[in-house]
């Protein structure tokens, strides 16, 4: 007998180890699935319902492999865990408030300062813009404002300070409503507040979007200073008067300031602005930085504008803009007044070319009036609220209520 006949052949009957030796490796893999079932390497799982399988794997299972969180008590045998509970789910929007749910587009979620205006003797936040025209179809406004609530990421209770010519207020998103385009949002604001939007035209109001449940900024009771305006009309309100000049018109604002600036905020200081704003609008026409277009220079217009306010040193602003067709030429010149010295400001609005004051205003609440305006660009407009900061410069804080043509 041969030595390789005489060796002992392996388990289960397989071939002899030479015979092996001579496959190719696939012989080989082959071989050794089929030895393994017979050493017990294999074969089906143990039933999940056998007490004895289920504790031998529960020993060799590690806590964080297990389907329970750590530190929560196991399942019982035999049942799977029980998945977390689901958050309530908004009940789904009718078929046309889903269609105009997809014409909604509001202001980022982390915005914080939003514009509000009086309209329509109410006082409106601007949240976005509708991309659809809802007519007076009454049908089509309950269903925008279903589509409004359930689509906002500023909803109902929202909570608001805002800041105005009066002073500073808190109040609460209410509701929504469309105005021109602009998704809006109704308040539940003080009385005062909603006095204050009946009566006064134009009123612009910086609104800071507060964290639930947080304090004021300021002394956190709610009670904030009320600056009365430093014009005033025959029954007490803020006014705003306006005279016509010769190329041009110059508005004046009312603004609610400290006592020591309405103190010295007469009716002689508002003249001597009017007349620094014609002044300056002359300069401005007989520069030689004109338009080169023959169109433009025959379309060539001004508009003077001026507010009364606590602006640091200064006593008032003062706003000249020479601007020529759609304004696609404009030059504009704003002036910070005080008792003594003029100061040359600038102006960082990179949406629009072109501003009229309206009033004054402590919108960041820092002690310095800032500009509540209108605004214009190519085939647009808006409201903004422009920040005095260092410089001396205007930084738009916020923005709405914008338009396009």
């Known amino acids: 007998m041969s030595a390789t006949a005489s060796l002992p052949s392996p388990v289960g009957g397989g071939p002899s180890p030479a015979t092996a030796a001579r496959r190719p490796l696939g012989g080989r893999l082959r071989s050794l699935l089929l030895v393994l079932p017979a050493l017990g390497c294999g074969g089906p799982a143990p039933s999940a319902g056998d007490p004895g399988d289920s504790g031998s794997a ?100 929202t909570r608001l300070l805002l800041r105005g ?34 009566v006064t035209d134009p009123l612009t109001v910086a609104a800071l979007r507060l964290p639930g449940g947080g304090p004021l900024p300021g002394d956190g009771t709610g009670a904030h200073a009320a600056p009365s305006a430093s014009v005033t009309d025959s029954a007490g309100r803020p006014s705003t008067e306006r005279g016509e000049g010769e190329g041009g018109s110059t508005s004046v604002a009312a603004s609610g300031a400290t006592p020591a600036c309405r103190e010295k905020a007469d009716a002689a200081f508002a003249a001597r602005l009017t007349a620094l704003a014609r002044a300056t609008e ?25 507010a009364v306010g606590c602006f640091g040193a200064a006593r ?14 404009v030059r504009e010149r704003v002036l910070l007044v005080g008792e003594t010295r003029t100061v040359v400001a600038a102006v960082r609005d990179l949406r629009f070319r072109a501003h009229e004051a309206l009033h004054a205003l402590d919108a960041d609440g820092d002690g310095v009036d800032d500009l509540a305006a209108r605004a214009w660009t190519p085939r647009g407009g808006g409201t903004v609220i422009l920040r005095l900061a260092d410089g001396p410069r205007f930084e738009r804080l916020a923005s709405g209520f914008a338009w396009e043509r």
Not at 135 to 144: F, T
Not at 282 to 306: F, H, M, T, V
């Open 165 to 198: 010519p009066w002073g500073s207020d808190e109040a609460t998103i209410a509701g929504f409503d469309v105005w021109n385009g602009r998704i809006v949002a109704t308040l539940d604001a003080p009385p005062r507040v909603d006095s204050i939007a009946r």
């Open 316 to 329: 008032g602003v003062v706003i000249v803009t020479l601007y020529a067709g759609d304004y696609e030429w």
């Open 282 to 306: 002359d300069s401005l026409r007989g520069a030689e930085d004109q338009p080169i277009y023959a169109r433009l220079r025959n379309s060539l217009k001004a508009r003077r504008s001026i």
């Open 58 to 157: 529960s020993a060799v299972t590690s806590p964080s492999d297990s389907a329970h969180p750590i530190g929560a008590s196991p399942p019982p045998a035999g049942r799977a865990p029980t998945p977390p509970p689901r958050a309530a789910t908004a009940p789904p929007l009718s078929p046309l408030a889903d269609s105009i749910a997809q014409r909604l587009v509001f202001a980022p979620v982390d915005q914080i300062w939003f514009t509000a205006a009086a309209r329509a003797k109410r006082l409106l936040v601007d949240l976005g813009r509708i991309d659809l025209d809802l007519g007076k179809d009454v049908s089509r406004l309950a269903a925008y404002r279903e589509a409004a609530a359930a689509s906002s990421p500023f909803p109902e209770g």
